[in-house]
Nanobody, 126 residues
Framework: VQLQASGGGVVQAGGSLKLSCEASGSTLSSGTVGWFRQVPGKEREFVIG????????YYADSVKGRFTISRDNAKNTVYLQMNSLKPEDTAVYYCAAKNGRIISSEMHRAGAYDYWGQGTLVTVSS
């Protein structure tokens, strides 16, 4: 499975950005997909994730109410819609996937995912 993340860029605080994660080699709709982010010197942090057959995503508290995740199964693509962006959202964002289900308590754990995209940089200016 190969994941290609895109859509990063520079945006002002309060603005919006939509990231895309396109998969090849497997169907994202049949597995679990998550978005993580990382800043230099810190561990990769869970942002949001969704499991197959479910419509309710799992959120990090820091993004609840501002970020949403969605799928376009026909395009085998998952999106991260980020609204009301803050400077502290600045990071490299990675999409991740697993063929199959991840239990709830493991959704936030980077090691639970088998496949990773290359990352896309999001910079939020104040």
């Amino acid at each position: 499975v190969q994941l290609q993340a895109s859509g990063g860029g520079v945006v002002q605080a309060g603005g919006s950005l939509k990231l895309s994660c396109e998969a090849s080699g497997s169907t994202l709709s049949s597995g679990t997909v998550g978005w993580f982010r990382q800043v230099p010197g810190k561990e990769r942090e869970f942002v949001i994730g969704i499991r197959r057959w479910e419509s309710n995503p799992y959120y990090a508290d820091s993004v609840k109410g501002r970020f949403t995740i969605s799928r376009d199964n026909a395009k085998n693509t998952v999106y991260l819609q980020m609204n009301s962006l803050k400077p502290e959202d600045t990071a490299v964002y990675y999409c991740a996937a697993k063929n199959g289900r991840i239990i709830s308590s493991e959704m936030h754990r980077a090691g639970a995912y088998d496949y990773w995209g290359q990352g896309t940089l999001v910079t939020v200016s104040s």
